[in-house]
């Protein structure tokens, strides 16, 4: 029996997909994209400035360039693959039928002459599946009531948030001669905890109802190692996973670390502390946070010049830089050092919008609020790390300051998900809070 012919898709692509990720047009295998004019209106809106979303636009820009030199973007064009499917722009967004965005919702504005260029499509191509795609929920909502398939863009997006990698197994009722000999020996052999297919520089709390110790699987021993609780710049861990955070981040062998968890349980404090503590080992230390403006309104919006617009946004960061710095009187040679850091650039406290461009060889990268950025910014970010190199990336997947991105498409969650189980890689979940009583009962019942 011959098989049924599978119904030809046409994706069309909402602004919010470009701005989200430049080259989503080559994700579709072989179905046909559009992109609407106003579309590539809404760009033209975007193409100046620093921010990510700038640097989208700039880069979808420059490709609808290279597939011009193929002919008229009014007319199907091949897309660069060996199945990928055909392009085109969507010049004319008046239906003919009676379904009309912009009467039905009483505006002519972006969004709804991208629906009406959709029914337009339907109209033209009747044999199709035209799907809209769009990161803006409101707009799938309003597409749906129009009959109109939308889906999100799921290109490096996480199915299941919840299972997410944590870095940390718990062992209860762990043999005490076991604990006793790596309190002995300071190693283990991984079976003898019941594991045949160690993850490289994953943590473990060993314990049962006398003892515990705390320990990781180093991979290049092959051995389950003791992990001890030590400070970084008078910092002292409080729980486990600020023991395991700050071991990863001293860990010479691990160029990678994420940082997952919950405002107050230490992320961006203990990422600081932890690379002033190994600062000879690098050339600079730069700590950096996207700017995700209040209200989604450019910074502009605010008084003064551009660094008072930004202070803001920074200090945060500076509170933390503070805590650390006080932690000695102003008489140490630490407090000093700080201090000179500060002056010599030899640490830098920026927007990440500023960093962008700088070589990031020997220097020690943290980046703080990183659930604000995309898969393909965090990507960029990863693949400009050049020799001694160490990126640090610290947020909350479930606190997502940008309109179009949640906690299984942000790039923190994307990194946590796909590059788990390397070798210069380890992450942490921080669950415990440890800014004070009241924050945990916000936190917890809030």
Not at 56 to 71: P, V
Not at 140 to 147: E, F, P, Y
Not at 232 to 255: D, G
Not at 339 to 361: D, F, M, N, V, W
Request: a neutral charge; aromatic letters at 8%.
């Amino acid at each position: 029996m011959p098989r049924k012919k599978t119904q030809k898709k046409i994706f069309v692509l909402d602004t919010s997909v470009i701005l989200y990720n430049h080259n989503a047009i080559n994700s579709f295998d072989d179905n046909d994209v559009v992109i609407p004019i106003t579309v590539l209106e809404e760009l033209d809106n975007f193409k100046k400035g620093n921010e990510t979303k700038n640097f989208e636009a700039r880069e979808f820009i420059r490709i609808m360039d290279r597939l011009s030199s193929k002919g008229t973007l009014q007319d199907w064009i091949q897309l660069e693959g060996p199945k990928a499917g055909m392009f085109r722009v969507q010049m004319d967004e008046l239906p003919l039928g009676e379904m009309n965005a912009i009467k039905i919702f009483g505006d002519d504005k972006p969004d709804h002459r991208i629906l009406n260029a959709a029914l337009k499509i339907s109209e033209e191509k009747p044999g199709h599946r035209v799907i809209l795609v769009s990161k803006d929920v409101n707009l799938r909502i309003k597409a749906k009531s129009l009959n109109i398939p939308a889906e999100d863009f799921e290109t490096g997006k996480i199915k299941d948030v919840d299972s997410l990698y944590s870095g940390i197994t718990l062992h209860e009722n762990a043999d005490s001669s076991m604990i006793d000999k790596i309190y002995a020996e300071g190693l283990l052999d991984a079976g003898d905890l019941g594991i045949t297919d160690p993850v490289p520089n994953h943590y473990f709390i060993i314990r049962n109802e006398q003892s515990s110790v705390l320990a990781f699987y180093n991979p290049r021993l092959e051995k389950v190692e003791r992990v001890e609780k030590r400070p970084a710049y008078k910092i002292l861990p409080r729980n486990a996973e600020q023991v395991f955070a700050l071991h990863a981040i001293m860990n010479p062998n691990v160029s990678l670390v994420t940082l997952q968890g919950v405002a107050g349980t230490g992320k961006t404090l203990l990422a600081l502390a932890g690379s002033l503590e190994q600062k000879r080992n690098f050339k600079q230390i730069f700590l950096a946070r996207p700017i995700v403006p209040l209200s989604n309104k450019d910074i502009g919006y605010l008084p003064g010049d551009i660094k008072s617009k930004l202070n803001p946004y920074m200090e945060p960061l500076w509170d933390n830089l503070k805590f650390i710095q006080n932690q000695y009187s102003e008489k140490d040679k630490e407090f000093k050092r700080i201090t000179e850091a500060l002056e010599t650039e030899k640490l830098l406290i920026q927007p990440l919008a500023y960093i962008r461009g700088r070589s990031i060889s020997n220097i020690c990268f943290i980046v703080d609020e990183a659930q604000n950025l995309t898969p393909h910014e965090v990507k960029t970010i990863i693949t400009r790390a050049g020799e001694g190199t160490k990126i640090i990336f610290t947020g909350d997947i479930y606190q997502i300051d940008t309109p179009y991105l949640d906690s299984q498409s942000n790039g923190l969650s994307y990194l946590i998900d796909k590059i788990k189980h390397h070798e210069i890689y380890a992450h942490i979940r921080l669950e415990k809070g440890e800014r004070s009583e009241l924050a945990n009962l916000a936190n917890e019942l809030l």
